[in-house]
């Protein structure tokens, strides 16, 4: 076996020093990972282990694929950032590239995700302010219970979630929050000020909370109907990972803009961009809004590499595929404490029963080889790399089908 070590220090001297020096902002599982390939991650002292959270979706191609590598390696050699005083060479390919896998016009690229949730925010205020002729000050943005949408203090402000909140005021005012699935909560809640609703076509972070099956649609012709932005937040969703290029597809609903992040930058780079048509995104002007690393050459190249995987490889119906056999498979675990398997594609997640601590569950997994993590304590995600093989989803099952029937 090759040896994986990259360093001397071992798992424990590492974690002690990441907790010396790092802030406490996450609680890490007791793991570290030095090297990464595929579906397989090792640790220091060359344990291998299955990805079964892929970075919270953002390593759907694979870690270090090799196309968005060789990608990455070329663009280095050549130029890595520009900023946008200039114009560079590879930006304009991949927002083509991205418009064109997306089916908009145009398209805003920042880096991280919460920044393309800003971009849409402020997007939707400019446009209500510009097109629909509310006063600026004014505009008003519905969004969703159990929403998430990034760490910022203007997202943060319409989170329900009191550990992502308490603290952090004064907040952004503007929003108003309603349940998540109530097509009539959003009718009723739309006034002469709303400009946009904002909505996750799958509540990733809520524990894979999939909405009824008519949601999108009802959320879509609603929008219509009053005149205002219906605003997808596909950061975790998109790009293959519920079995379509975006979770909105499955209801064939076109929302006037996107949030895109994490697989665009295939598992490499913090890559972001809001994606609308023209009549939307052509409200911003030189000035209104920018970064610094936004578009960059290297994003660009990688960001390219990252959706010709997707495309080359059918990654959408690999996931679409799998994820049927995986729901079939978690569902016919014998475990008294499991409520409910839920998910679409490859984007799945197990529930247990309420008050359930789902934490030592997650060491048991990672002591078999199988990497997940729990969200609100009772519920695990399982969202592997999509180019994982049905050999290795067998093996994978084994492991959790073994831990939670001992449970
Ligand atoms: C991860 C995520 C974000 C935020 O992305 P960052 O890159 O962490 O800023 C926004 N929306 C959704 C739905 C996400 O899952």
């Keep these: 076996m090759t040896d994986t070590r990259t360093s001397s220090a071992s798992s424990a001297e590492i974690m002690e020093l990441s907790e010396k020096v790092g802030a406490h902002n996450y609680h890490p599982l007791p793991v570290v990972i030095s090297t990464a390939e595929g579906v ?87 446009w209500g302010t510009k097109v629909k002729g509310i006063p600026d000050g004014e505009q008003e943005i519905i969004c969703c219970e159990e929403n998430f949408h990034g760490r910022t203090i203007t997202i943060v402000s319409f989170s329900t979630d009191p550990l992502a ?8 005012p503007g ?33 894979v909370n999939v909405p009824d099956e008519g949601y999108l649609k009802a959320v879509r012709e609603i929008c219509t109907r009053h005149g205002i932005l219906m605003i997808a937040d596909e950061v975790q969703t998109g790009f293959c990972r519920t079995g379509r290029r975006f979770a909105c597809d499955h209801e064939d609903v076109r929302p006037d803009m996107m949030c895109l992040g994490k697989a665009l930058g295939g598992g490499v780079l913090p890559v972001s961009a809001v994606v609308a048509d023209a009549d939307v995104l052509g409200v911003f002007t030189p000035g209104s809004h920018g970064s610094t690393f936004g578009g960059n050459p290297l994003a660009a190249a990688v960001g390219i590499a990252a959706i010709d995987v997707l495309e080359d490889e059918k990654l959408d119906e690999h996931a679409e595929e799998l994820g049927e056999y995986v729901r079939q498979r978690l569902r016919a675990i014998d475990c008294p404490r499991i409520r409910q398997v839920r998910g679409k594609g490859l984007l799945n997640a197990v529930v247990f029963d309420d008050g359930f601590e789902a934490w030592d569950v997650c060491v048991a997994l ?23 093989t049905r050999e290795e989803i067998d093996q994978a099952l084994d492991i959790i089908t073994r831990v939670f029937e001992a449970i």
């Design 40 to 126: 397989w991650v090792h640790d220091p002292e060359g344990r291998r282990y299955m990805d079964f959270l892929s970075a919270y979706s953002a390593v759907n191609q694979g870690h270090r694929h090799p196309r968005i590598i060789q990608a990455l390696k070329d663009q280095a050699d050549r130029c890595t950032l520009t900023s946008r005083a200039f114009y560079n060479d590879r930006m304009g390919e991949f927002l083509q590239r991205l418009c064109d896998y997306t089916g908009y016009e145009m398209a805003l690229p920042m880096n991280t995700g919460a920044e393309a949730v800003e971009t849409a925010l402020k997007t939707a205020r400019l």
């Design 165 to 172: 909140r308490d603290g952090f005021g004064p907040f952004t």
């Design 175 to 207: 929003f108003k929050v309603i349940p998540y699935n109530d097509p009539q909560a959003l009718e009723d809640a739309i006034g002469d000020k709303t400009v946009a609703f904002l909505v996750e076509p799958i509540q990733g972070e809520a524990g």
């Design 366 to 388: 990672k002591e078999e080889g199988l990497l997940a993590k729990q969200t609100h304590g009772n519920i695990i995600r399982f969202a592997p790399p999509l180019v994982i």
